[in-house]
């Protein structure tokens, strides 16, 4: 028998998938400030096992903010262009 949290996290999943790309972002985001409200950092997974030290960390953090402000600004580019230009570049 299925929890109700797992029914809940099915139904926000499915949600998830009809948002459009810009919607998605803002999704992502009000589930950020959730979590940054309640004293947990969303993204503390991707700092466990790097070779970061606190500076390049810092640094790498301050691009990630700046191009989530970029794209808020409507200045970002589509994924797939991204891809096919990182992968143009083997």
Known sequence: MQ???DAVREDVRALLQKLS???LV????CL??????RGIDPYAHLDEGDELDDE???RLHAAI???????RA?????????????RSRR
């Open 26 to 29: 803002a999704a992502q985001r």
């Open 65 to 71: 903010r700046l191009g989530y402000e970029q794209m």
């Open 56 to 58: 390049e960390r810092e």
């Open 32 to 37: 950020e400030r959730m979590l940054e409200e």
């Open 21 to 23: 790309d810009e919607e």
């Open 74 to 86: 409507g200045r970002g580019r589509p994924i797939q262009e991204v891809v096919a230009e990182l």
């Open 3 to 5: 929890s109700m949290s």
